[in-house]
Structure formats: structure tokens, C-alpha cells
């Protein structure tokens, strides 16, 4: 593995971008010696995007990133809100996705962070995971 790899794209907000992102996922971690983290990145992944592509602004930008000590999932839009955790009941069909984010990486020493721009309304949300 070398110091620093990444892969970097801009989606649209069509829904078929979530697809595209874990698929890019899904080819790029074996490439880089990461197979056995495929599963956990996919899931984060598909929940970054779609919280983007649901409540963001274009242009999206998905980037996958790792260094020796991390494998890192930023996903950026322009949009003003900011994304929230929800106390969610038995019956909700959306809100858990923040959650869900919380109880995979929480096992395996991992963070979530959400960055304002400095030049405008848009964010980054990323997770860290150790790949320890």
C-alpha cells in the first residue's frame, strides 16, 4: 500500500449513483489489498450517498481514500442542511441511516465527522476506519 490512494468522482442526484459509487467501491478496495473491508465501505458508502443525493445539492463528490492507518469515505455536496441522527420508531422507513453508520464503524474504532465549507453553504461528511 502506498502512503496515500484515492479514488474521486462527482454524481449526479439520480438514485442510480449510489449503485455507481458501490461499484466503484466494490472494485477499488481488492486493488488495494482492502477485500476484506469491502462489505463494511459498501454499506457506509450507500448511506453517504444516498443521504447526498435525497438531501444535498449538486454536484456530489464521492471520494474513497485510505493511508496506511485508514480507509476514509468523504461525500460532498452544496447543499445548506446538515445531516441529523434520528430517534427513529419500529415502524419508520427512513432516518436510520446515520444510526446505522454509527453501529458499524463504532466495533471497529471508527469516526464520523461533518465539515462546513469555508466558501460557501455546502459540507463534507466522511468516515474514518481503521484498518488495524
Known amino acids: 500500500m502506498t502512503p496515500e490512494m484515492f ?7 439520480d438514485p442510480r449513483q449510489v449503485g455507481y459509487a458501490r461499484e466503484m467501491t466494490r472494485k477499488t478496495l481488492p486493488e488495494w489489498g482492502l477485500a476484506e473491508h469491502a462489505d463494511l465501505v459498501e454499506l457506509i458508502v450507500s448511506e453517504l450517498v444516498t443521504n447526498a443525493i435525497l438531501h444535498g445539492a449538486e454536484p456530489i463528490d464521492f471520494r474513497l481514500a485510505c493511508d496506511p492507518n485508514h480507509l476514509r469515505v468523504e461525500v460532498h455536496d452544496n447543499g445548506t442542511g446538515r445531516p441529523v441522527e434520528f430517534r427513529t420508531d419500529p415502524e419508520d422507513e427512513r432516518g436510520r441511516g446515520l444510526t446505522l453508520i454509527g453501529g458499524l464503524i463504532q466495533p471497529h474504532g471508527g469516526t464520523r465527522c461533518v465539515m462546513d465549507d469555508n466558501t460557501g453553504p455546502g459540507k463534507t461528511i466522511y468516515v474514518s476506519v481503521p484498518l488495524t
Do not use: G, P
Open 7 to 13: 479514488v474521486a468522482c462527482e454524481l449526479s442526484r
